[in-house]
Each structure stands twice: as structure tokens, then as C-alpha cells.
T-cell receptor, first 115, second 111 residues
Framework: GAGVSQSPSNKVTEKGKDVELRCDPI?????LYWYRQSLGQGLEFLIY????????KSGLPSDRFSAERTGGSVSTLTIQRTQQEDSAVYLC?????????????FGEGSRLTVL | GEDVEQSLFLSVREGDSSVINCTYT??????LYWYKQEPGAGLQLLTY???NMDMKQDQRLTVLLNKKDKHLSLRIADTQTGDSAIYFC???????????WGLGTSLAVNP
């Protein structure tokens, strides 16, 4: 498709289970971001990938969170041993980099509910 | 650290103008953005302004930047029910990697 695609759109899991969230960025976009949006909170930066450079993982909240980007395209965000506080919408965005406007193109998000 | 603040709610009547305000702390920010998030959807860039500009107009949208006060505003003229959404202010922190985001202003347009 033409936009950023995320799957699943909704995920309900039990506390302690692992989950994987997938992001398929816009073709040709070298920069990819993961954000977390919790109810009543702004966008929380999680991780940033740019081409073949080492990812900026400074936003990952704990070592239960990890992400990878294979072949400079699809990215997977993995949350191990999920906790109830992990419940949120996980947004993926991609952009052309470098970009003058810094415009990020967002997917519709994956809503994670941890019971 | 860097921070972006905006009011959480705004309610206007259809046809009126809406003004959404944002303040930020990083004086080195070069790009300032307004993103719109409609219910159940991802964020979409609405408009942006460079730090060397005071104003930018795009159809019904007017962005005003006061660098001295680190204040950014978004004015929507002739607000329509389709403008109901959450509006996020974001500024770059010296680079484009980590945009600093406000919490979003939820705009409700009443018929």
C-alpha cells in the first residue's frame, strides 16, 4: 500500500505473555520510529531507526521492550512478559531522511490491551 | 529537559474560529509542527513553520510563531464539524530524530 501499515490493529493478551507488533513503512523511507500513546498522555518516543545506523533506543522504557528492522524495511516491536501498564496504542511512523520538513507519516497504530 | 505544553480541550461552535495554543522550551527548535489525529486514525501532518518565520497561512489554517515567548498557535477559520480531532504540537529538538510532542488538544466542534 501507499501508507504505513501496522498489524495487528488490535491485540488483547494476558499479563506475562510476549507480543510482537509489526510495521511496514512507506517504500523508500529510510527512517522509522516507534511511539507509544497512552490514554491521556502524549506521544512517547520509543526507538528510531535510520538506514544502516545503530538504532536510537533511548526511549525504550525497560529491557522487556526490543525492536528490530530487517533489510531496512519492516520493523517488529517485541514486548516480553507484558504488564498491564504496557496497554497503549503503539504507533509507527516513517519518513524520508534527511528531510527538510521532518514530516512523519504515521500508521493507524496497534492497540494493545494487557489483561 | 525539553517540554511542549498545550491545553487539553477546546470547544467551539461551527463556523467560529478555533485557536489552539502551544508553548515550548527548546529555543533551538528549527521546525515546529501541527499534527492532526482523527478518531481511530494515525497522526497526519497538518502544517509546519520554520523558526525564521512569524506566520504561515494555508487556506483556513494560520500558524503564528512568537519565538521570544516560545509560543506557537494554530488558528482554524470557519471551523467545521470535520475539524473535530486531537491536534498535536511538536517541535524538533535540534534534529529530526526525537520530536518533542505536546499532549494534544482535543477540539470539539458543536453544530
Amino acid at each position: 500500500g501507499a501508507g504505513v501499515s501496522q498489524s495487528p490493529s488490535n491485540k488483547v493478551t494476558e499479563k506475562g505473555k510476549d507480543v510482537e507488533l509489526r510495521c511496514d513503512p512507506i517504500s523508500g523511507h529510510t527512517a522509522l520510529y516507534w511511539y507509544r500513546q497512552s490514554l491521556g498522555q502524549g506521544l512517547e518516543f520509543l526507538i528510531y531507526f535510520q538506514g544502516n545506523s545503530a538504532p536510537d533506543k533511548s526511549g525504550l522504557p525497560s529491557d522487556r521492550f526490543s525492536a528490530e528492522r530487517t533489510g531496512g524495511s519492516v520493523s517488529t516491536l517485541t514486548i516480553q512478559r507484558t504488564q498491564q501498564e504496557d496497554s497503549a496504542v503503539y504507533l509507527c511512523a516513517s519518513s524520508l531522511a534527511p528531510t527538510n520538513t521532518g514530516e512523519l507519516f504515521f500508521g493507524e497504530g496497534s492497540r494493545l490491551t494487557v489483561l | 529537559g525539553e517540554d511542549v505544553e498545550q491545553s487539553l480541550f477546546l470547544s467551539v461552535r461551527e463556523g467560529d474560529s478555533s485557536v489552539i495554543n502551544c508553548t515550548y522550551t527548546d529555543s533551538s527548535s528549527t521546525y515546529l509542527y501541527w499534527y492532526k489525529q482523527e478518531p481511530g486514525a494515525g497522526l497526519q501532518l497538518l502544517t509546519y513553520i520554520f523558526s525564521n518565520m512569524d506566520m504561515k497561512q494555508d487556506q483556513r489554517l494560520t500558524v503564528l510563531l512568537n519565538k521570544k515567548d516560545k509560543h506557537l498557535s494554530l488558528r482554524i477559520a470557519d471551523t467545521q464539524t470535520g475539524d473535530s480531532a486531537i491536534y498535536f504540537c511538536a517541535v524538533n529538538a535540534g534534529n529530526n530524530r526525537k520530536l518533542i510532542w505536546g499532549l494534544g488538544t482535543s477540539l470539539a466542534v458543536n453544530p
